[in-house]
T-cell receptor, first 116, second 109 residues
């Protein structure tokens, strides 16, 4: 089944403790992206990747890191999480840049992160 | 979301038709998406319009007028499971996506 697998689904952590949210897709998509979703602010892009070893900042990259060593994986790293990073996070992939091949994004199930 | 306007909430009755409107900034336009998002779940892709006109896909249709910066999503034969948020998303020619805040649709029996 074509899918984006994101883990964990839920995570509660403490300020400053490094964490990684994993994302893997099995559709051979070139484009991958991370979003956070907050009430009243909608979906905001954190980082995106056009292909292996090619990553770029989105609209809210501060406090986050990503890597794209393999086509299928695109982990999101929070080196020193803070409470303002409490949010719902989504990984997404698409065939073309920003889903503009017309097929749109396929999203992972989401990670609800709480930083205390 | 900046430059995207859509109603915050709408209510409709099961079996009816509902139209969700979206207006957007026309400069640098390169396509318009609609996504559905149930509470606590990931968005799912519904439609993509890049040319003017109506695209029909089962009970859902999406319309685009590029000159007016206007799109709508039309849902027919509404079902309870259609209760969700509907996100209008504008693609720019720099490959950036601008996400609307969504229209929360409640379908009542």
């Amino acid at each position: 089944e074509a899918q984006v697998t994101q883990n964990p689904r839920y995570l509660i952590t403490v300020t400053g403790k490094k964490l990684t949210v994993t994302c893997s897709q099995n559709m051979n998509h070139e484009y991958m992206s991370w979003y956070r979703q907050d009430p009243g602010l909608g979906l905001r892009q954190i980082y995106y990747s056009m292909n292996v070893e090619v990553t770029d900042k989105g609209d809210v990259p501060e406090g986050y890191k990503v890597s794209r060593k393999e086509k299928r994986n695109f982990p999101l790293i929070l080196e020193s999480p803070s409470p303002n990073q409490t949010s719902l996070y989504f990984c997404a992939s698409s065939l073309g840049a920003s889903g503009q091949a017309g097929d749109g994004y396929t999203f992972g199930s989401g990670t609800r992160l709480t930083v205390v | 979301g900046q430059n995207i306007d859509q109603p915050t909430e709408m209510t409709a009755t099961e079996g009816a038709i509902v139209q969700i409107n979206c207006t957007y900034q026309t400069s640098g336009f390169n396509g318009l998406f609609w996504y559905q998002q149930h509470a606590g779940e990931a968005p799912t892709f519904l439609s993509y319009n890049v040319l003017d006109g109506l695209e029909e896909k089962g009970r859902f249709s999406s319309f685009l007028s590029r000159s007016k910066g206007y799109s709508y999503l039309l849902l027919k034969e509404l079902q309870m499971k259609d209760s969700a948020s509907y996100l209008c998303v504008r693609a720019g020619n720099n490959r950036k996506l601008i996400w609307g805040l969504g229209t929360s649709l409640a379908v009542n029996p």
